[in-house]
């Protein structure tokens, strides 16, 4: 019995000396147990290897860009002065022309040669010479045949001066002796005349001033004549520079031109173009 006890007695000191190295564990709370859980969760957020994200590229700015309308070319309109058609000149009144000779052969109806003048085409004129003896009158007439109607010569004149002078001759008779004309000098006058036989001049207009006749004739000059029934008007360049009256030849008659020189031997004109037209 006593050695029994013994052997509870050393049972009971070994149990004794085992509990003094135990250290207490605590046991956590639900406090210190949400506690950690934070920890440890939020650890896990910051430490943990994120998977890598989709890297955006930075997308077109759509930022709302104002439209400018292009401004269509605007044209701005020139005003071309226009100098006013003048109706008082009869090429202009009267439309086109009923008839129009250029002088672009070689020969035309006018061709003529004496000792006194040449009336010969060349180079696109009717170039008309008066040579030998100064103030000898010549000329030549053709058709066309005309009673009333606008007749008008584009012409110029070279190498003269005073008195050396040009005519246009309308209503000539049949044998060339007898027919009206306008007469121009290189001075700057004008006048109208009716040829009689035996080469007599009747003067029914004598040499005259007049603004509208020009000094410088080498700048081609337009030169008409109206002529209705014994009514005449006479135009330079389209201006009316006067008007005359005579009944003597009162039918159609040929046309043609006439020159004579007082200063410039071998005085020419140039004619380019003749034309007439039909009166309304």
């Not at 029994?4 to 709370?29: A, D, F, K, N, R």
């Not at 003048?86 to 061709?111: E, I, K, Q, R």
């Not at 103030?135 to 004149?157: C, F, G, T």
């Not at 031109?257 to 173009?273: C, H, K, M, N, W």
């Amino acid at each position: 019995m006593k050695r029994s006890g013994s052997i509870y007695l050393l049972i009971l000191i070994l149990l004794l000396l085992s509990s003094c190295g135990i250290t207490e564990e605590t046991v956590p709370t639900d406090d210190v147990l949400g506690t950690q859980v934070s920890i440890i969760l939020t650890e896990t957020a910051l430490h943990s290897t994120l998977p890598p994200t989709e890297t955006l590229m930075p997308s077109p700015t759509s930022a709302a860009v104002p439209i400018t309308e292009t401004p269509t070319p605007s044209f701005t309109q020139t005003t071309i002065p226009i100098e006013p058609q003048d109706l008082s000149d009869p090429a202009l009144l009267l439309g086109l022309p009923a008839w129009t000779y250029d002088f672009n052969g070689t020969s035309s109806p006018w061709d003529f040669e004496s000792d006194q003048a040449l009336f010969e085409t060349s180079d696109g004129y009717l170039n008309i010479t008066s040579r030998l003896n100064p103030n000898w009158h010549s000329w030549w007439v053709s058709s066309p045949r005309l009673k009333d109607a606008y007749l008008e010569a584009k012409i110029e004149m070279e190498n003269c001066g005073g008195f050396d002078r040009f005519g246009m001759a309308v209503r000539a008779s049949s044998d060339g002796e007898q027919f009206y004309f306008i007469g121009l000098t290189c001075d700057g006058r004008w006048g109208f005349f009716r040829m009689t036989p035996n080469v007599e001049i009747f003067e029914i207009l004598a040499f005259n001033e007049v603004d509208a006749a020009p000094e410088d004739w080498t700048e081609p000059r337009r030169v008409g004549i109206w002529m209705e029934g014994p009514s005449f008007k006479f135009y330079i360049d389209g201006s009316e520079i006067g008007t005359a009256a005579d009944n003597t030849l009162s039918g159609e008659g040929y046309t043609g031109f006439l020159i004579a020189y007082s200063e410039t031997p071998g005085y020419t004109v140039r004619v380019d173009q003749l034309q007439y037209w039909n009166l309304p």
